[in-house]
């Protein structure tokens, strides 16, 4: 039995009555086998876990003093929540790292097209489900015009492209990129929503694990060889990630 089946949760209303918060937000307690106490923040929940024998007086204590850190967290979701990428008209589309306005444009033939601050989407009787449709093969036939040939490209430069047994192209849950230890690389296609130097350092982070399996030194020594600003496009990718994802 997990630890987490004999935890005791408890929802608790905070900073309804407290100046210094600006909305009142749910805490729940989680009770558990832990020395010290640790705050949480998922999909605008507060969750504090802490010892089985903590008191009332010291939850609360300890949710006071974090209370900054958990306004300042839960404004950073909504933020992200709100800039999320939906595929409606007149929607903000966040393209090659500018802002764009997803405009549907009436037509028999099916074309996406980016123009100055405008992503067309072309189609007939558009609809937000047809139109996503679109973007989703839009991106697909990108990738597969760009990703493909690269990654064999870098791999064979590396002298590891007789370790690639396939390339595929997938939309995952939370990964850009992976690599098995049986040669198969997998790229999500989203990333071509990225700048193109972001999504190099994706295609060299993979081919890299075809030498290293790992993320030593040796592995980060090597993507920093081939992509020097890989620190950069790894920043870049924690800030913007969640304006890419639909
Ligand atoms: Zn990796």
Redo the contacts with the bound molecule.
């Keep these: 039995m997990s630890l987490m089946s004999k935890a005791k949760i408890l929802p608790l209303i905070y900073g309804g009555t407290s100046k210094a918060v600006k909305r009142p937000y749910a805490c729940e307690i989680v009770r558990c086998k832990r020395k010290t106490l640790a705050l949480y923040i998922k999909q605008q929940k507060v969750v504090v876990r802490c010892p089985l024998r903590a008191t009332k007086a010291e939850v609360e204590e300890f949710i006071t003093s974090n209370h900054a850190w958990i306004e300042g967290r839960l404004c950073e979701e909504s933020l992200r929540e709100k800039q999320a990428l939906r595929v409606e008209k007149g929607a903000k589309i966040f393209y090659r790292a500018r802002e764009r306005t997803i405009v549907f444009k009436e037509g028999r033939k099916q074309r996406v097209m980016v123009v100055g601050d405008d992503f067309i989407i072309q189609g007939h009787q558009l609809t937000s489900a047809k139109a996503k449709i679109q973007v989703e093969d839009f991106l697909i036939d990108k990738a597969s015009e760009y990703i493909l040939p690269r990654a064999r490209g870098l791999a064979r430069h590396l002298g590891v492209e007789h370790k690639i047994t396939e390339i595929k192209l997938r939309k995952t849950k939370s990964k850009w ?3 098995t230890s049986t040669g198969v690389l997998q790229y999500n296609w989203m990333i071509m929503l990225a700048p193109y130097s972001i999504i190099d350092y994706m295609i060299t ?2 081919v ?2 075809l030498l290293h399996m ?2 030593s030194q040796r ?1 980060w020594n090597r993507v920093e060889s081939i992509c020097p600003d890989c620190d950069h496009y790894i920043n870049w990718l924690k800030e913007h990630e969640h304006r890419l994802w639909f």
């Design positions: 990129g992976h690599c982070h993979e890299c694990h790992d993320h592995f």
